[in-house]
């Protein structure tokens, strides 16, 4: 099984909400991503965790706090998002966190902001 | 340095026709190259990749071409259906660093007509 489920599949929030994103996989794979992506652009890497703890932030806001909670699970924080936070955000998780090992990405999160 | 130039943007071609996308890199310290397929609604796909020490590598009716010296690599859809209309990311990364990063093309969104 190479499925990565993420919930909710849509997401409508104030400036002033605060939600969460999760991510889940049960592949083994140690490594985790969080990707934004806008309409008609290529993912954007947000955070990276390897072995549960997070290896990269791509000098992402505050207001977008990561968690991973065990191996098999990610979560992403929101608060205080701004309109042009609107954007799909993918989760990806790949067996360890090596440029060359295959990242299996969700079906994401739409995301807008109001 | 970090740049991965796809082309062209967008490309329409008929039912059993031949699909080409081409994408150059900068950075010579990158070693591994795949190629996503992201259908919309859904997250990308990993669909081939290639290393450098291979000039092609064919999956099916996918191939990559890949010149080193030039610093490009493709992607050949050979009889091409109304099923591979999508967007297709090429990327790129270096493996022998402590960077995870894929660094994607823009994207080339394909349509094929029946």
């Known amino acids: 099984d190479t499925e990565v489920t993420q919930t909710p599949k849509h997401l409508v929030m104030g400036m002033t909400n605060k939600k969460s994103l999760k991510c889940e996989q049960h592949m083994g794979h140690r490594a985790m991503y969080w990707y934004k992506q806008k309409a008609k652009k290529p993912p954007e890497l947000m955070f990276v965790?390897?072995?549960?703890?997070?290896?990269i932030n791509e000098s992402v806001p505050s207001r977008f706090s990561p968690e991973c909670p065990n191996s098999s699970l990610l979560n992403l924080h929101l608060h205080a998002l701004q309109p042009e936070d609107s954007a799909l955000y993918l989760c990806?998780?790949?067996?360890?966190?090596?440029?060359?090992?295959?990242?299996?990405f969700g079906p994401g999160t739409r995301l807008t902001v109001l | 340095q970090q740049q991965v130039k796809q082309s062209p943007q967008s490309l329409i071609v008929q039912k059993g026709g031949i699909s080409i996308i081409n994408c150059a890199y900068e950075n010579t310290a990158f070693d591994y190259f795949p190629w996503y397929q992201q259908f919309p609604g859904k997250g990308p796909a990993l669909l081939i990749a290639?290393?450098?020490?291979?000039s092609e590598k064919k999956e099916g009716r996918f191939t990559i071409s890949f010149n080193k010296s030039a610093k490009q690599f493709s992607l050949h859809i050979m009889d091409s259906q109304p099923g591979d209309s999508a967007t297709y990311f090429c990327?790129?990364?270096?493996?022998?660093?402590?960077?995870?990063?894929?660094?994607f093309g823009k994207g080339t969104l394909l349509t094929v007509n029946p």
């Open positions: 965790y390897s072995y549960e703890k997070l290896s």
């Open positions: 290639i290393r450098p020490d291979v």
């Open positions: 990806a998780s790949s067996q360890v966190s090596l440029a060359v090992d295959t990242q299996y």
């Open positions: 990327a790129a990364s270096n493996s022998g660093g402590s960077n995870y990063k894929l660094t």
